[in-house]
């Protein structure tokens, strides 16, 4: 039987093979990095120092990144910030924790001195560009920082000289994606007082630029959620509703979709302070609270800057 529609038919069908084709380059480059890592661990009985960068050479010129940090002198039991800095070479880009149709997220696993503890690592808000194929991707283009609030241990003494370790990768595209991946490292000393690094302004910006949480008390919105399930319950809809303390402008969904099924945004309308979202989904049994999907939702504010909220979807309301 032949499609309804030849046209949408091949379409999708390409942007289909495209996502095929991005995902096999993906696993390529993931077996590629597990075989360089081996090689490096074979290496290592006859070298001390472990190579700083475990990606192709290009990448670095492609993407340069580096850990800074809020304070050049930290203290017992005040939080301070890590932020790692991607300079990216102007027409390339690389991903959000989400990477959109396909492309494979940035991420930065820290090492950290004992006693101290890190946050989820927190990603500014990112934008939204079509690939090859027709496939939209969710990330960054110029530069970002991810950042990661640090809590010292309360009895943290003073007079120390302290590592603190960071081991980004990422995969930056323009037509063609090349892999990258770094370890990068800063030290800090530890006083009675907490003082401010040389690049304290840099990781103020960027703060400036992450999401606030949907029960943040500037949330610019209230929501109202419902959910509507097919008879056997193997399908859903939800209809969120945005009701704005102001007119927004440009109104953006970036998905968070859990690990398994599919999330998808059919459709979102902004009518004057209220906004209507319809998302399609599989029921999501057997995964857990933390995983279920989220919904980042930017919007230009009434001064004109871009901002965003990270609003929860619980399947189980």
Sequence with gaps: MSPANPIQYQRNSGKAAAVMFIGLCVTL??????????????????????????????????????LVSDRSTICAGQPFTLGIYFEIKP?????WKHPGDA??????????PEGFKASPLQFPLPE??????????????????????IQPPADLPPGQTLSFMAKPDWL???GQCIPGRATLEIILNT?????????????EKWRSKLPLPADHPEAPFQSKINLNQSPDGKEGNLHITLNWRFKPRRVEIFPVP????????????????????????PKAEGV???????????YFHTDGQRRGVVLPIDFRH
């Excluded at 530069?143 to 990661?148: G, I, T």
């Excluded at 006083?191 to 840099?202: F, K, N, Q, R, S």
């Excluded at 059919?266 to 319809?278: A, C, G, K, L, N």
């Design 29 to 66: 480059i993931l077996l590629s990095w597990i075989f360089i890592s081996s090689l490096s661990t074979e290496e290592s009985d006859t070298t001390t120092e472990p190579a700083p960068f475990l990606s192709a050479p290009e990448s670095l010129s492609l993407v340069q990144p580096r």
């Design 91 to 95: 027409g390339w880009h690389i991903y």
């Design 103 to 112: 492309g494979l997220a940035s991420r930065a696993p820290l090492i950290l």
């Design 128 to 149: 939204r560009f079509v690939q090859p194929g027709n496939i939209t991707g969710y990330g960054y283009t110029e530069a970002v920082m991810l950042c990661v609030e």
């Design 172 to 174: 930056a595209c323009a």
């Design 191 to 203: 006083g009675t007082a907490a003082l401010p690094g040389p690049e304290h302004e840099l990781l």
């Design 258 to 281: 859990p690990p398994e099924g599919i999330f998808k945004i059919r459709r979102i309308r902004t009518q004057d302070r209220q906004t209507v979202i319809e998302v399609d989904f």
């Design 288 to 298: 857990s609270k933390e995983a279920f999907p989220e919904l980042l939702i930017t």
